[in-house]
């Protein structure tokens, strides 16, 4: 067991599968002798060479379009995506090549590439630097999407995503990238997919993923202090969906809350709702409900603590759970 | 006196030739070293290839008249681009093509008939890629010349540590197609970029048919495309897209030069799209058919012809053996292309993800239950 960083857990992780895969390659902006803005790369392009830490030309399409090629030459590429607000330029490439390129070829072809994408706000940014568009991309089949939320997972994650014979995309809490936690390299993090119960509970169950986890663990604290036991499920995945952990939770608790950055409408939140309303209606004693970010562009820095889902909003929507 | 820009889109810049209109044998040593090999027998093997290209799309077009295939896609005017690039590769160069490379496939040997099984609604694949190094054909315009950059990058990482001679004699290359109106997407500009950052073994072959659908080559481009190259900082060369041998010979030059080691090359063949866009399009609404029959003269398959007789290497009874060919040819793609099965929405289920994937399952158990009450009461059987 050691302690470290989110940040420093996914460099450890990527810099494992280097080790271990000579097929995997990384790509990206600024990836290599600057080790990434967010230096989630550092030191890796000095130790395995400029060919397999690749910095590539400034153009997101060519990162994930060249990707495909490169996997279709029998190679494991990992792109890295500067910020959550670039990735558009490549959306057609992910969403159009990347995803269908197995199912068109009737399973024929399979293109294992894994885009790492810094996503989410609180680190008091400008435009573009905070956005949360892991509705868009789960909407598409064909791609997986993970989040990790805690240290143990960033690093297991990050080696099992590029692993799957799947496309990846692996949402990175960028406001938790200083978070620290303790890592077993000997203990894989189990699979990947599949949602974690963080915090036990009965009386309620919220629901988080990546950078919400903390807040909703925090909540759940001080809930608690009110008398109130609420279960957290860390989603880990959000395509797909561990559905069944979160039903066993609701059935256990009987009420539900799903948190998230992106904008309520139309995101995770209400495809997780409307799941439980199906499976565990007669479970529950309240309406799910939902808090995320309002439908607006990510708001300026001065007031995106205005915007985002914190402790007081999520008990805000407790107090509500429970008036029913 | 007309600008250089002003003389390219009038087409007027010298294309790179060895058969010219006439079918008459031209000048050029640097190309003409790249086709010494190619005998008459050779020769007799290209107008085949091409006749039989363009009966295939014959009959393809008569299918969809006849309601058999949802659209088709016409390469009649291309013979000569396609069959010339692609009887220059070999078989380890992986080719990925738009979506009017019939011509390609065939020197792939991908069969015929298979190419319609995209066309007939049956599949959005249609052939294993592997198998012949044929890329499936793509419907987003200009994607897979990022595929192919990326493949060839991968080619290179393949060969690290390689000297160069090795490299010569042994590399794979990569050939991206696409066309005059592809060559405006930002992705052709992004794969140009990361194939010369990278010294990427690839040539990109771009068929300007002058015409996008209903769109003329001078709003795509206000130079001629081959100039481009120089951008992005190798060599661009404009050949002759309706003469099959200048094509074989750039192509099987560009090749050796990305094989080797040396950077991508650029090819703007300079052809004709004789028919319409797709059957789909009506080109009397957007050209005037004294442009059509302008290019008529040029047609790649007169051409050589002409050639093959005036040199008398191809007789009568050559060109009614490939016509002969060609029917039968067309006669058993027809046949075949009425015996594929249709699909069953059921096995789409299987080809989303490679790994087990939980909502997969759901979904496609649901609609195996659902459609199981549907056979219960087809057969009457009461529960
Ligand atoms: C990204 C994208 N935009 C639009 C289309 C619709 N479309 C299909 S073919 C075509 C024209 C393509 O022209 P060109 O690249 O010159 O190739 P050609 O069909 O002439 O061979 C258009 C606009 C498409 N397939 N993909």
Known sequence: MTTMTIAKAINAGLRRSLEENPKSLLIGEDIGRLGGVYRITDGLQADFGADRVIDSPLAESGIIGTCIGMALRGYRPVAEIQFDGFVFPGYNQITTQLAKMRARSEGRLTVPVVIRIPYGGGIGSVEHHSESPEALFAHTAGLRIITPSNAQDAYWMTQQAIECDDPVIVFEPKRRYWLKGEVDTERPAGDPFQAQVVREGHQATIVAFGPMVPVALAAADAAEEDGYSIEVVDLRSISPIDFDTVVASVEKTGRLIVTHEAPTFGGIGGEIASRVSERAFLSLEAPVLRVGGFHMPYPVAKVEEDYLPDIDKLLEALDRLFTY | ?383
Not at chain 2, 100 to 124: K, P, Y
Not at chain 2, 330 to 359: C, I, Q
């Open chain 2, 1 to 383: 006196m007309a600008t250089s820009a002003e003389a390219a889109v009038a087409g007027e810049e010298q294309l790179l030739q060895l058969l010219d209109e006439n079918g008459q044998r031209t000048e050029h040593a640097r190309l003409a070293a790249y086709v010494e090999d190619v005998d008459a027998e050779a020769l007799r093997g290209m107008y085949r290839d091409m006749a039989l290209t363009r009966r295939f799309d014959v009959e393809a077009t008569a299918l969809q008249r006849q309601g058999q295939l949802a659209l088709w896609v016409p390469c009649r005017g291309q013979e000569a681009a396609q069959i010339g690039s692609g009887l220059a590769t070999r078989a380890g160069d992986y080719i990925f093509p738009t979506y009017r490379e019939h011509g390609v496939a065939w020197t792939r040997q991908v069969d015929f008939a298979e190419m319609l099984r995209i066309f007939r609604g049956v599949s959005n694949g249609g052939w294993d890629p592997r198998e012949n190094n044929f890329h499936m054909y793509t419907m987003v315009l200009a994607a897979q010349t990022l595929h192919a950059t990326g493949y060839a990058m991968g080619i290179n990482q393949d060969q690290r540590g390689w000297d160069a001679e090795r490299r010569a004699a042994d590399g794979d290359a990569v050939v991206a197609y696409f066309g005059d109106g592809a060559s405006s997407e930002g992705d052709v500009h992004e794969s140009m970029v990361f194939a010369a950052s990278f010294d990427a073994p690839i040539v990109f072959f771009c068929q300007n048919n002058q015409w996008a659908i209903s769109v003329p080559f001078e709003v795509q481009s206000k130079v001629p495309l081959a100039s481009r190259a120089a951008g992005y900082g190798f060599e661009g060369l404009r050949v002759d897209g309706n003469d099959v041998l200048a094509c074989l010979a750039a192509t099987r030059y560009a090749l050796d030069k990305a094989r080797s080691g040396r950077g991508p090359v650029l090819i703007e063949a300079v052809t004709y799209r004789m028919s319409a866009h797709t059957t789909a399009d009506d080109p009397t609404k957007y050209r005037l058919s004294t442009e059509e029959e302008s290019w008529a003269p040029k047609d790649p398959l007169t051409r050589l012809e002409t050639y093959l007789r005036q040199s008398g290497q191809a007789d009568d009874a050559f060109f009614e053996q490939v016509a002969a060919d060609a029917d039968e040819m067309a006669a058993g793609v027809r046949a075949k292309a009425f015996t594929f099965p249709d699909p069953v929405l059921a096995d789409s289920f299987n080809n989303v993800y490679a790994e087990a994937h939980p909502l997969i399952r759901e979904e496609s158990e649901w609609f195996r239950q659902y459609e199981a009450g549907f056979a219960d009461n087809q057969t009457g059987g009461a529960r």
